[in-house]
């Protein structure tokens, strides 16, 4: 079993920056890649971006250029660094971590960003 918590989000202005984390407890071995999804109201729940064990790195081209993910294995923590933010970025942001040996996946409880224009 893993568990999920993330924290970091918040209000801000058009233009400034959140940092998002995810931390991470349990069955830490077996997660093959973690990512950030978003769901904004009214709309479906998208992939943001993904980081495999490897380090590998994907974002959506909605963001690219302006988060980064990354990871701190000594914390058991995913970051989402988000710079330059826009009024359509506001959405719950979820944590989410895939397992493929257990075949499961694991979503954290998510967490508000509210960017204002």
């Known amino acids: 079993q893993v568990q999920l918590v993330e924290s970091g989000g918040g209000l801000v202005q058009a233009g400034g920056s959140l940092r998002l984390s995810c931390a991470v407890s349990g069955s830490i071995v077996s997660i093959n890649f973690m990512d950030w999804y978003r769901q904004a109201p009214g709309k479906q729940r998208e992939l943001v971006a993904l980081i495999t064990s490897d380090g590998s790195t994907n974002y959506a081209d909605s963001v690219k250029g302006r988060f980064t993910i990354s990871r701190d294995n000594a914390k058991n923590t995913v970051y989402l660094q988000m710079n330059s933010l826009k009024p359509e970025d506001t959405a719950v942001y979820y944590c989410?971590?895939?397992?493929?040996?257990?075949?499961?996946?694991?979503w954290g409880q998510g967490t508000q960003v509210t960017v204002s224009s």
């Open positions: 989410h971590a895939v397992s493929m040996t257990a075949k499961a996946t694991y």
